[in-house]
């Protein structure tokens, strides 16, 4: 949807308010006593560090990050341990995927002492974590809705060997996953390997929970990727966005959403950027606090702290950034400009210093807002006046946004026209012809379209037109006519990307997108000039 969520504020009013305004008016409606973070630790909720053998070649921590701005009651365990079984498990690499793995779970019910067990067989898991704790309270956001608690656990493995498969498990005061009937409870990662090699990554935007998003999981679990990117929208617990009384926010959804996830998450890093919907007012002036609670991501972006959803990691010979569009949107500006460029200074730089490694050879940057589309919220004058320029300067290879609920890819774009057509199954080198841009909202959310008249162009059904009329978002934040003849491949329905990496004396990139039901609907590969 078009709107910010704004859930309880009234529609007249919150068109005029900023997510730091929208927070400040739902905070006085819904207060509420806080509980410092020193009371909490007090309670003994949050583990301060690891519990071990010293020297081990592992070492794991509560994740540092400071919990988010919350008002909440410190949780006590009400329930028999050994009836709790935690779910929702995710994995999230740290800066250095080589040597760093963060991973996150959920429990229904508050417990004692959690913790992670580790190791390289599944029947020996003798290193073991304390887990921190970060409890999310959620009032009643609309209509009939309950409070909820929430109680996300994050653990921080750092010192990992590069290129080896793990084994581990989450548990609790009454929850061994390490005893033998619980050998199924059990999970897996792979660092990545200490030299590049061939791998596969996967990508989209706009999930939500459905039937689609469920299937596109399992066919993603079938392309083995080393890690997935989720370019913003990931829930969609707000029910429409449009700033009504009428709207809901259920934070319920969230847990639906992660057990949906579990099983491609539990293994494969499900790195996360912030969308629209994933600005939550209620938890924090920017609307990222329940992100903070819920990810454990890598703390090297400009902010991590306030701004998790912007960070980088390099993984064999791709180097990828992920950023905050909201920060810089003119169609949703409800966020834009909290960062009083920084985000921008840092993207600058670190595309700089990447570029500069001699082992990385593409660089991919993700993030919501589109740059370049035809579909419904079609493009967006803030990210291309913001970024543009950058992405320009330091030959960023692909790009790859949401938002629009559909899969649209563009030709090779120089100077914002067609550096060169890209065909199906064609080949373009970034630095000759131009940065090629893939939306690929079509994660599982309700779909889009595309204008009137204008048809699906894809690979077994090609219909490639001169030009389209669609427009780009303005600073009035009023849509700006546009006639482009970039719009190579369209595609209404549920998709995803997926990318294979190769290196050595001819490094490419081989991209696809693959429908729900695993039919190829587009492909072509990057290349670049020695």
Same mark, same amino acid.
């Given at each position: 949807?078009?709107?910010?969520?704004?859930?309880?504020?009234?529609e007249?009013?919150?068109a005029r308010?900023?997510?730091?305004?929208?927070?400040?008016y739902?905070?006085?409606?819904?207060?509420?006593?806080k509980v /410092?973070?020193?009371t909490a630790l007090?309670?003994g909720?949050?583990a301060?560090?690891?519990?071990?053998?010293?020297g081990?070649?592992?070492?794991?921590?509560?994740?540092?990050?400071?919990s988010p701005?919350?008002?909440?009651?410190?949780a006590?365990?009400?329930?028999d341990?050994?009836?709790?079984?935690?779910f929702?498990?995710?994995?999230?690499f740290?800066a250095d995927?080589?040597t760093?793995?963060?991973?996150s779970?959920?429990?229904?019910?508050?417990?004692?002492?959690?913790?992670l067990r580790?190791?390289?067989?599944?029947?020996?898991?003798?290193r073991?974590f304390?887990a921190?704790?970060?409890?999310?309270?959620?009032p009643?956001?609309?209509?009939?809705?309950?409070?909820?608690?929430?109680?996300?656990l994050h653990v921080?493995l750092?010192?990992?060997?590069? &290129?080896?498969?793990?084994y581990? +498990? #989450?548990?609790?005061? +009454?929850?061994?996953?390490?005893?033998?009937h619980?050998l199924?409870?059990?999970g897996?990662?792979?660092?990545?390997p200490?030299?590049?090699?061939?791998? $596969?990554?996967t990508?989209?935007g706009d999930?939500g929970?459905?039937?689609?998003?469920?299937?596109?999981?399992?066919?993603?679990l079938g392309?083995?990727?080393s890690?997935?990117?989720?370019?913003g929208?990931?829930?969609? *617990?707000?029910?429409?966005g449009?700033?009504?009384e009428?709207?809901?926010? =259920?934070a319920?959804?969230w847990?639906?959403?992660?057990?949906?996830t579990e099983?491609?998450a539990?293994s494969?890093?499900?790195?996360v950027?912030?969308? %629209?919907h994933d600005?939550?007012?209620?938890? /924090?002036p920017n609307?990222?606090g329940?992100q903070?609670?819920?990810?454990?991501l890598p703390?090297?972006?400009?902010?991590?702290?306030?701004?998790?959803?912007?960070?980088?990691f390099?993984?064999?010979?791709v180097?990828?950034?992920?950023? =905050? *569009?909201?920060?810089?949107?003119y169609e949703?500006?409800?966020n834009k400009g909290?960062s009083d460029g920084?985000?921008?200074?840092? @993207?600058?730089k670190r595309?700089?210093?990447?570029?500069?490694?001699?082992?990385?050879?593409?660089?991919?940057?993700?993030?919501h807002?589109?740059m370049?589309?035809t /579909?419904?919220?079609a493009s =967006?004058?803030?990210v291309? =006046?913001?970024?543009?320029?950058?992405?320009?300067?330091?030959?960023v290879?692909?790009?790859?946004?949401?938002? %629009?609920h559909v899969?649209?890819r563009?030709?090779?774009?120089?100077?914002?026209?067609?550096?060169?057509?890209v065909?199906i &199954?064609?080949?373009?080198?970034?630095?000759r012809?131009?940065i090629v841009?893939v939306t690929?909202?079509? *994660?599982g959310?309700d779909l889009?379209?595309?204008? $009137?008249? #204008?048809?699906? /162009?894809?690979e077994?059904? #090609?219909?490639?037109?001169?030009?389209?009329?669609s427009?780009?978002?303005?600073?009035l934040?009023?849509p700006?006519?546009d006639? $482009?003849e970039?719009s190579r491949v369209?595609?209404?329905g549920f998709s995803?990307?997926a990318?294979?990496?190769?290196?050595?004396?001819?490094?490419?990139l081989? $991209?696809s997108? @693959?429908?729900?039901?695993?039919?190829?609907?587009?492909?072509?590969d990057?290349?670049?000039?020695?």
């Amino acid at each position: 949807m078009s709107e910010t969520p704004r859930v309880g504020i009234p529609e007249q009013l919150a068109a005029r308010m900023s997510m730091a305004e929208q927070h400040e008016y739902l905070r006085e409606r819904h207060a509420r006593p806080k509980v /410092s973070r020193r009371t909490a630790l007090a309670g003994g909720l949050v583990a301060a560090g690891a519990a071990g053998t010293a020297g081990a070649l592992i070492s794991g921590t509560a994740n540092a990050s400071p919990s988010p701005t919350l008002a909440t009651d410190a949780a006590t365990a009400k329930v028999d341990g050994s009836l709790v079984a935690p779910f929702g498990r995710h994995l999230a690499f740290g800066a250095d995927p080589k040597t760093q793995m963060r991973v996150s779970w959920q429990v229904p019910f508050a417990v004692k002492s959690p913790y992670l067990r580790v190791g390289l067989t599944p029947w020996e898991l003798s290193r073991k974590f304390e887990a921190e704790v970060r409890t999310l309270h959620t009032p009643s956001l609309g209509r009939k809705l309950p409070e909820v608690d929430q109680y996300y656990l994050h653990v921080a493995l750092d010192g990992l060997k590069p &290129g080896t498969t793990y084994y581990y +498990g #989450v548990g609790h005061a +009454g929850f061994d996953p390490g005893d033998p009937h619980r050998l199924g409870t059990l999970g897996t990662f792979r660092t990545a390997p200490a030299a590049p090699e061939k791998f $596969v990554f996967t990508a989209f935007g706009d999930q939500g929970v459905s039937y689609h998003a469920l299937a596109n999981d399992q066919v993603i679990l079938g392309q083995n990727p080393s890690f997935h990117l989720h370019a913003g929208d990931i829930c969609y *617990a707000d029910s429409s966005g449009h700033g009504k009384e009428s709207d809901t926010y =259920d934070a319920r959804v969230w847990d639906t959403f992660l057990a949906q996830t579990e099983t491609v998450a539990k293994s494969v890093p499900w790195m996360v950027t912030t969308g %629209n919907h994933d600005m939550e007012a209620w938890y /924090s002036p920017n609307g990222y606090g329940g992100q903070a609670a819920r990810w454990s991501l890598p703390e090297n972006g400009f902010d991590p702290e306030n701004s998790p959803g912007v960070y980088s990691f390099a993984y064999g010979n791709v180097g990828v950034v992920a950023l =905050d *569009a909201n920060d810089v949107s003119y169609e949703i500006p409800a966020n834009k400009g909290y960062s009083d460029g920084k985000q921008t200074a840092w @993207l600058d730089k670190r595309l700089g210093e990447m570029r500069a490694r001699k082992d990385i050879d593409f660089l991919v940057v993700f993030f919501h807002h589109c740059m370049y589309s035809t /579909s419904t919220h079609a493009s =967006d004058g803030g990210v291309r =006046d913001a970024w543009l320029s950058l992405f320009t300067k330091h030959q960023v290879d692909l790009v790859i946004n949401g938002h %629009n609920h559909v899969y649209e890819r563009t030709d090779a774009i120089k100077g914002g026209e067609v550096g060169k057509p890209v065909p199906i &199954g064609e080949t373009t080198d970034p630095t000759r012809d131009g940065i090629v841009y893939v939306t690929a909202g079509g *994660a599982g959310k309700d779909l889009y379209g595309f204008p $009137v008249g #204008v048809k699906d /162009s894809y690979e077994g059904a #090609v219909d490639d037109r001169e030009s389209i009329l669609s427009f780009h978002w303005t600073k009035l934040r009023l849509p700006d006519p546009d006639t $482009v003849e970039w719009s190579r491949v369209r595609y209404t329905g549920f998709s995803f990307l997926a990318v294979e990496a190769s290196a050595g004396a001819s490094p490419r990139l081989k $991209v696809s997108a @693959l429908a729900e039901n695993g039919e190829r609907i587009d492909h072509f590969d990057i290349v670049r000039s020695k």
